[in-house]
């Protein structure tokens, strides 16, 4: 198993403008953080934004003294720091790119964008591989045994592929390094801008996210734009000219966590690999209008080994009423149905204070409660858990939980001797996160054969739930 590097912080020294006076050049220096937030401190300040407010955000420009140019966009302000020569103002940066200049990440004008996963091997499963010797060279290069590159397509525009490029070279004199390229590759046929493809990059890291069971990091954004070739002398006139690599990092905290030493892959690439293509169509069809929301709360709850308390056990209830909302209700046919009974509870209620309170307290009465919402999906993915249920049990659960969630959602005094604490609760949360990835892998076109194992890894919590005598108690 390789866990990537982490990212160290870089420095650059250049000349830096605002695109709204170009004129005006500011010497400076740009750092770029471990995290991928950057920071550039130049000694004094742009002139054009001194009546700006402290958070507007604004697009710098610069030539950076290696050459390249450089684009920071989504940046504003900070604090100045009076030096002796001058004051030191500092400008935090939202998105910064090496090597071309634009004024927004709106922009249509880049064509690729590649960037290395964490666990993207594990995922795919690369295992071994092959071991060449070479005595005069005093060389040795070691080859993984790697599967075909995996292609698969977003939309009419934009299609991916994740590619296997792993060499180890060993030298007497030097040491061992390891040169390690698993990639993956957006093209698009027309430009886009750098949102469109760095959303859909973003995108795809919460699919593989959602199969390792971890959110997962991106290391190492890189695009391509027709309108950044690299110069070479004497070019051929039939070749075209290569691209040159652009850089791109911006601060991806909201779903990098630390990553265990083992992570568990709930799917993996060879398990799914006939059915990825339409896997990933369903992802990014589903994926705004209904799995976003969902999404967010799984992975949160996934991330959650070592410590328990009871916001797991809300956060992650909240998910699968969420998905009942978004995907298994029948929203319209309840709304027309309570449509109709309100008409006639209005009818039968003559004292207009009554009438308004009632429509008040009415206003969401189509929606169904939340011990429904749970019943019901528990019942769709019985089948599934690792041994079988019966109906009483699944009565009791969603009664304890129903009554939990009540309380630790309203704090009614009435309720604080109904809900489950402790090793229960947590084996109730255990049994949630199953619900919830049950729920999304199958909504995505995952095979039940493949979830019937994934169920294994909750058994021990299922077990106890099941066995637990104390599961008897009515109130």
């Known amino acids: 198993m390789r866990r990537l590097p982490e990212i160290e912080e870089k420095s650059f020294k250049g000349s830096f403008f605002s695109p709204n006076c170009p004129d005006e050049i500011i010497t400076g220096t740009l750092v770029i953080f471990t995290d991928g937030s950057a920071n550039l401190e130049i000694l004094g300040a742009f002139k054009n934004d001194g009546f700006l407010q402290k958070r507007s955000l604004i697009t710098l420009l610069g030539i950076l003294f290696n050459g390249d140019k450089v684009s920071l966009l989504d940046s504003y302000r900070g604090k100045g720091v009076y030096a ?28 690729t964008i590649s960037a290395e996963i964490d666990y993207l091997q594990e995922w795919v499963d690369i295992d071994g591989g092959d071991l060449q010797i070479s005595l005069d060279l005093k060389e040795a290069t070691y080859r993984y045994r790697q599967p075909e590159d995996i292609n698969f397509i977003i939309d009419d525009n934009i299609s991916g592929a994740i590619y296997f490029r792993n060499e180890f070279w060993g030298h ?14 957006l093209e698009a046929k027309a430009d886009v801008s750098a949102s469109e493809l760095i959303k859909n990059l973003l995108n795809f890291r919460k699919l593989v996210s959602i199969f390792i069971g971890q959110k997962v990091r991106i290391l190492k954004i890189v695009m391509e734009s027709e309108h950044e070739k690299i110069k070479v002398l004497s070019p051929n006139p039939s070749r075209r000219l290569p691209l040159k690599e652009i850089q791109v990092y911006f601060n991806d905290k909201q779903l990098y966590t630390p990553l265990p030493d083992h992570p568990i892959v709930f799917v993996k690439y060879a398990d799914i690999s006939d059915d ?42 909240q998910g699968v ?10 929203t319209t046919t309840l709304k027309a149905a309570y449509k109709k009974k309100m008409a006639k509870l209005k009818l039968m209620i003559i004292d207009d204070d009554l009438k308004e309170w009632v429509i008040k307290a009415l206003a969401f009465a189509y929606e169904p409660p939340a011990k429904e919402r749970l019943s019901e999906i528990i019942h769709n993915y019985k089948h599934l858990l690792p041994f079988p249920i019966t109906d009483n049990e ?14 630790l959602t309203h704090f009614d005094p009435a309720g604080a001797n109904k809900k489950v604490s402790g ?27 493949l979830l019937k194992d994934l169920s294994s890894h909750q058994n021990l919590s299922i077990n106890n739930l099941a066995n637990d005598k104390l599961k008897q108690i009515h109130k």
């Open 84 to 111: 002796s020569d001058g004051a030191l103002v500092n400008y935090s940066v939202g998105t910064t790119f090496i090597g071309t200049h634009i004024l927004s990440r709106n922009d249509e004008i880049f064509k």
């Open 172 to 185: 007497s004199e030097f040491g061992n390094e390891f040169k390690q390229r698993t990639r993956l590759h």
């Open 276 to 317: 990825f293509a339409v896997i990933v169509k369903n992802w990014y069809q589903m994926l705004e209008t209904q799995l976003l929301p969902v999404t967010y709360i799984l992975l949160d709850a996934l991330a959650n080994h070592h410590v328990f308390d009871e916001s797991d056990f809300i956060r992650t209830w």
């Open 321 to 330: 009423e969420a998905f009942h909302r978004l995907i298994l209700q029948d």
């Open 394 to 407: 699944i009565e009791v659960w969603v009664k304890e939980m129903g009554n939990t969630r009540n309380y």
């Open 423 to 449: 090793k229960r609760l947590y084996n109730y949360t255990c049994l949630l996160k199953l619900l919830l990835l049950l729920s999304m892998l199958t909504r995505l076109g995952v095979r039940e054969e």
